[in-house]
């Protein structure tokens, strides 16, 4: 693409700022607005605030749907470049797919904002003015479209601030996420909030970036207990099972360090049996990993330094690393 990784950082950061304005042009209604109408009929005060209101939900609404259209195509266009590793990329379509799939898109009613504009113009029309700031009793049948309009404009005005915020955490994401972030750049607190899967793929990428060559990312049935296998330039394997535990609560218990093992015997002799985990290992599972340096085990500690710190995962698994 034209724009590049950075030209898509610079729009997105640009369409964050857009969503700031249009934010604070709604919050600076939120303290005074009256969240139910006069019950002496027509205040001229509030007419001219209702009125306000309206202009700015109409301004935001449109200024809104223009991000929208923007941070979409800004998405797709960042799906689409050649990210790596894989996994930005692919964070990148699934922001994309929740954006377009996301039910906020649609904007005010023209028809009717047409009819509060009218309602609002009558409102403020001489032929109800009595002078001196006041007004001359409207008609019951006029009140009563006058409320409805209001509590209309109120409604309105909580939307386009929900849809507001809502566009905001998508660019934030953008921006402060996965995808404009290489995985040395990846904190504990990031992958504790990865699903599962995603944090597989996390250490095929780190793996990638380390110089070796994956042959199979993503466990599953049949797959001895390892998630990645992978190879470097000189053919010495690795196999590796990721354990992902949420917020990083949990511990690998021994059978799951033996199981690794045992599939890596079967595997191929020469192949390294890895155990990564943001959590931690048991006691025992320690021992019986150490014993005749069966199985390494990079814990949160040593994934905190592979990941965040960038440093290669042959001095992280490293018995003087």
Same mark, same amino acid.
């Given at each position: 693409?034209?724009?590049?990784?950075?030209?898509? %950082?610079?729009?997105?950061t640009n369409l964050r700022e857009q969503l700031t304005r249009v934010s604070?042009?709604?919050e600076r209604h939120s303290g005074t607005l009256p969240r139910k109408n =006069?019950?002496?009929?027509?205040?001229?005060v509030e007419v001219t605030a209702q009125s306000r209101l309206l202009s700015?939900?109409?301004?935001?609404?449109? +200024?809104?749907? &223009?991000?929208?259209?923007?941070?979409?195509?800004?998405?797709?266009?960042?799906?689409?470049?050649?990210?790596?590793?894989?996994?930005?990329? #692919?964070?990148? *379509?699934?922001?994309?797919?929740?954006?377009? =799939?996301?039910?906020?898109? &649609?904007? *005010?009613?023209?028809? $009717?904002?047409?009819?509060?504009?009218?309602?609002?113009?009558? !409102?403020?029309?001489?032929?109800?003015? !009595?002078?001196?700031?006041?007004?001359?009793?409207?008609?019951?049948?006029?009140?009563?479209?006058?409320? %409805?309009?209001?509590?209309?404009? &109120? =409604?309105?005005?909580?939307?386009?601030?929900?849809?507001?915020?809502?566009?905001?955490?998508?660019?934030?994401?953008?921006?402060?996420?996965?995808?404009?972030?290489?995985?040395?750049?990846?904190?504990?607190?990031? +992958?504790?909030?990865?699903?599962?899967? +995603?944090?597989?793929?996390?250490? *095929?990428?780190?793996?990638?970036?380390?110089?070796?060559?994956?042959?199979?990312?993503?466990?599953? !049935?049949?797959?001895?207990?390892?998630? /990645?296998?992978?190879?470097?330039?000189?053919?010495?394997?690795?196999?590796? #099972? !990721?354990?992902?535990?949420?917020?990083?609560?949990?511990?690998?218990?021994?059978?799951?360090?033996?199981?690794?093992?045992?599939?890596?015997? +079967?595997?191929?002799?020469?192949?390294?049996?890895?155990?990564?985990?943001?959590?931690?290992?048991?006691?025992?599972?320690? $021992?019986?990993?150490?014993?005749?340096?069966? /199985? %390494?085990? /990079?814990? %949160?500690?040593?994934?905190?330094?592979?990941?965040?710190?960038? /440093?290669?995962?042959?001095?992280?698994? =490293?018995?003087?690393?």
């Amino acid at each position: 693409m034209e724009d590049g990784e950075e030209g898509l %950082r610079s729009r997105l950061t640009n369409l964050r700022e857009q969503l700031t304005r249009v934010s604070a042009d709604l919050e600076r209604h939120s303290g005074t607005l009256p969240r139910k109408n =006069s019950e002496t009929g027509l205040v001229p005060v509030e007419v001219t605030a209702q009125s306000r209101l309206l202009s700015d939900v109409e301004k935001s609404d449109k +200024a809104l749907g &223009r991000v929208y259209r923007d941070l979409r195509d800004a998405l797709a266009e960042l799906a689409e470049l050649d990210l790596k590793p894989a996994r930005r990329r #692919q964070e990148a *379509a699934r922001l994309y797919e929740r954006l377009r =799939s996301a039910p906020f898109p &649609r904007t *005010a009613d023209r028809d $009717v904002i047409g009819e509060i504009k009218e309602t609002f113009t009558y !409102a403020s029309s001489p032929l109800l003015q !009595a002078g001196d700031g006041l007004f001359f009793q409207a008609t019951q049948l006029f009140l009563e479209r006058y409320a %409805r309009h209001t509590a209309a404009v &109120r =409604s309105l005005h909580d939307q386009t601030r929900d849809r507001c915020e809502t566009l905001t955490a998508f660019a934030q994401e953008a921006l402060e996420g996965p995808v404009l972030k290489p995985p040395v750049e990846m904190s504990l607190d990031e +992958a504790d909030e990865l699903h599962h899967r +995603a944090f597989e793929q996390l250490v *095929a990428d780190l793996l990638h970036r380390d110089g070796f060559r994956i042959v199979r990312s993503g466990g599953g !049935a049949g797959d001895q207990g390892a998630d /990645v296998i992978a190879v470097d330039q000189f053919g010495r394997r690795i196999m590796l #099972q !990721a354990k992902h535990f949420r917020k990083g609560q949990g511990s690998v218990g021994q059978p799951v360090v033996q199981h690794l093992y045992g599939g890596a015997v +079967a595997e191929h002799q020469a192949t390294l049996p890895v155990v990564v985990t943001n959590g931690r290992f048991t006691a025992a599972a320690k $021992v019986w990993a150490a014993e005749r340096d069966r /199985v %390494r085990l /990079v814990d %949160r500690e040593g994934l905190r330094r592979w990941a965040q710190e960038g /440093v290669p995962l042959a001095d992280v698994i =490293s018995p003087s690393g």
